[in-house]
Nanobody
Framework: VQVVESGGGLVQPGGSLRLSCTASGFSANSYTRWDRQAPGKERELVAAISTVGGTTTYAASVKGRFTISRDNAKNTVYLQMNNLNPEDTAIYYC?????????????WGQGTQVTVSS
């Protein structure tokens, strides 16, 4: 099982980034979430999406600026982040829940750094 994030980087305030999370090794996955952890702060949910139906959830702090979407054919979930501000600086982690060898489990990726700074 692999969960791989990409797309992080350095961006100026007001800029945009798109993060990708690609999962492999699942016989079926049901739910994907993006969390973030800023220095000295607890990890928090940013956005989540279900595989079937595409139901989405957003943290209040990102609603209207971030959009989570998925391409089931590519087993990839995207997080489009617009109008970024310094408070969005964090390591962003992807978590995928699904079935692996008959067991339902959740797996984290290694994280990708997002830095918003002028």
């Amino acid at each position: 099982v692999q969960v791989v994030e990409s797309g992080g980087g350095l961006v100026q305030p007001g800029g945009s980034l798109r993060l990708s999370c690609t999962a492999s090794g699942f016989s079926a996955n049901s739910y994907t979430r993006w969390d973030r952890q800023a220095p000295g702060k607890e990890r928090e949910l940013v956005a989540a999406i279900s595989t079937v139906g595409g139901t989405t959830t957003y943290a209040a702090s990102v609603k209207g600026r971030f959009t989570i979407s998925r391409d089931n054919a590519k087993n990839t979930v995207y997080l489009q982040m617009n109008n970024l501000n310094p408070e969005d600086t964090a390591i962003y982690y992807c978590n995928v829940e699904g079935w692996v060898l008959g067991s339902y489990s959740a797996y984290w990726g290694q994280g990708t750094q997002v830095t918003v700074s002028s």
